[in-house]
């Protein structure tokens, strides 16, 4: 995914990455809408191989010609107007972050060269850290556009301790959901969470295909995880900015926490995280546990320490 060199080790065009991605992309989104969706006619006595739309269909719908569709699919991206992007997005129901991908993907299949540089290490500025640690009745963090917690509060850090409890440095939600046994417990729907986290790692790296370290995390769960190489196959990205999130902690038990996510102004990849429970609540009640059982329990101190004693996966390689 990452591009560069074939394994033959011949140079060539870095493009290809996001032609295929086009043409992936394209293809399961057009696989998901009916004729009927999409307002055409279907005659009784026509055998159809596809259930989705054709391409000329496709086509059809958007606009344009069957042919200059095709160089699209096939992820000829050079000089496409912003019209044709429209048309298509409509003629495939596309919804914001679908379009948002496909301008990612097209803008990347027009770049000559990838970017060369050593990947900086993604910091928190103590500013932002004192800003988390002032919010102590409310878990809150600050999470990488691949997932990784680069901050938390003390009440984040109680909050998400099975995650914590994995010692690589830093804790990483999706390899938590994929790697972990204990995951299918803390979140109470799994199956959800899943699917939301594999959507917006998909949209991350729409993004920047050549980034080292989401490509290699990338990588390690589609090695190691069916699940995962399942829902990375289906190319569904998403925004999940909003919501409700159903987890079960093992001091606290149920909490149904609403989360709110806001940019950071660092980079489009790093954002703010918080959890609050409704007034009056079960939750907010195991909420105001969990905040006294974090205060006066010292473990979650010891093992922070024992943890952050220990490199972190900084992922500085060079291209």
């Not at 009916?34 to 026509?46: C, F, H, I």
């Amino acid at each position: 995914m990452a591009g560069g060199k074939d394994p033959n080790g011949t140079k060539r065009d870095i493009r290809d990455d996001f032609r295929a991605e086009i043409r992936e992309f394209l293809g399961t989104r057009r696989a998901r809408v009916t004729p009927q969706q999409a307002g055409l006619p279907v005659y009784g006595g026509e055998r159809r191989r596809v259930t989705g739309l054709r391409r000329e269909e496709d086509a059809l719908l958007a606009g344009i010609s069957s042919e200059y569709y095709t160089r699209l699919e096939r992820g000829n991206a050079t000089g496409v107007s912003e019209s044709v992007i429209d048309g298509i997005a409509q003629a495939l129901q596309l919804d914001e972050a679908e379009r948002i991908h496909l301008l990612d993907l097209l803008r990347g299949a027009g770049t000559t060269r990838p970017p060369r540089r050593r990947p900086a290490q993604q910091r928190v500025r103590p500013t932002v850290q004192r800003v988390l640690d002032s919010m102590r009745g409310t878990p809150a963090f600050i999470l990488s556009g691949r997932g990784d917690i680069l901050a938390a509060n003390h009440l984040g850090r109680a909050l998400f301790a099975p995650v914590y409890a994995d010692p690589v440095r830093p804790p990483n939600n999706a390899r938590f959901v994929f790697l972990s046994p204990h995951a299918t417990e803390f979140f109470r729907h799994w199956d959800e969470v899943a699917n939301d986290t594999v959507a917006m790692l998909r949209a991350e790296a729409g993004r920047d295909l050549y980034d080292r370290r989401l490509t290699d995390l990338i990588g390690e769960l589609s090695t190691r995880s069916e699940e995962f190489r399942r829902r990375w196959a289906a190319h569904n990205v998403r925004m999940h900015t909003t919501g409700v999130k159903l987890l079960h902690h093992p001091v606290v038990g149920d909490l149904d926490l609403p989360f709110e996510t806001f940019p950071l102004p660092d980079g489009p990849s790093q954002f703010l995280l918080t959890y609050t429970a409704e007034p009056h609540s079960p939750s907010q009640d195991a909420l105001n546990l969990l905040a006294s059982w974090a205060a006066t329990d010292d473990g979650i101190e010891r093992s922070e320490s024992a943890n952050d004693s220990q490199p972190a996966d900084s992922g500085e390689t060079s291209d």
